[in-house]
């Protein structure tokens, strides 16, 4: 009986976590969360900028050889909901660049929504004072997510009657004798 006896007061080994214990594990992953989250929205929001800025690199490159090729800039898809801008969030960004072979793919903004897009015009000679030999174009980005991206880029075009550079979070353009 000595035997039997000493086995029923044999102890179980503990199962699963005190409340305290949980609690502990709980609140030190808010507080790694609380600190992580942020620094991996800001990484996030600096990749899409730094996606925008080559984006827009890579169509002006792409603007400029067409216009090399066939002495003209591709034709902007007039969007009346956007003052007649081609935008890239309603699908025909100049379609033509990807279609000719120009671009390997569409330009899209990493969000692409009303807020952050690309946009596209050309105008007629000599428009807003902006002189030179031939159309013009104006190519730009709407937003940067990241203050600090936009401050460090900033793009240039303006004219003696209208200064794109106060639309855009970036702006360039060829075509015309910039003032």
């Not at 009986?1 to 000493?6: D, Q, T, V, W």
């Not at 214990?21 to 609140?27: A, G, K, P, Q």
């Not at 989250?37 to 890579?58: C, Q, Y």
Request: neutral net charge.
């Amino acid at each position: 009986h000595s035997i039997r006896a000493s086995s029923s007061m044999r102890t179980h080994p503990r199962r699963g976590f005190t409340l305290i214990e949980l609690v502990v594990v709980i609140s030190i992953l808010a507080i790694l969360s609380g600190v992580l989250v942020p620094r991996v929205t800001n990484h996030l929001k600096a990749a899409r900028d730094a996606r925008r800025l080559a984006d827009i690199k890579a169509v002006r490159s792409a603007i400029e050889q067409y216009y090399m090729d066939k002495g003209t800039y591709p034709a902007a898809n007039a969007n009346s909901s956007y003052g007649g801008w081609d935008v890239s969030n309603d699908g025909d960004f100049i379609r033509v660049l990807r279609d000719q072979g120009y671009l390997d793919e569409d330009a899209v903004d990493p969000i692409n929504d009303a807020t952050f897009h690309y946009r596209y015009y050309v105008y007629a000679q000599s428009s807003y004072g902006c002189l030179g030999n031939s159309d013009f174009y104006v190519l730009g980005i709407r937003n940067f997510e990241g203050p600090d991206y936009a401050a460090k880029n900033k793009g240039y075009f303006a004219c003696s009657g209208r200064d794109w550079n106060t639309e855009f979070a970036y702006v360039t353009g060829g075509g015309a004798n910039l003032q």
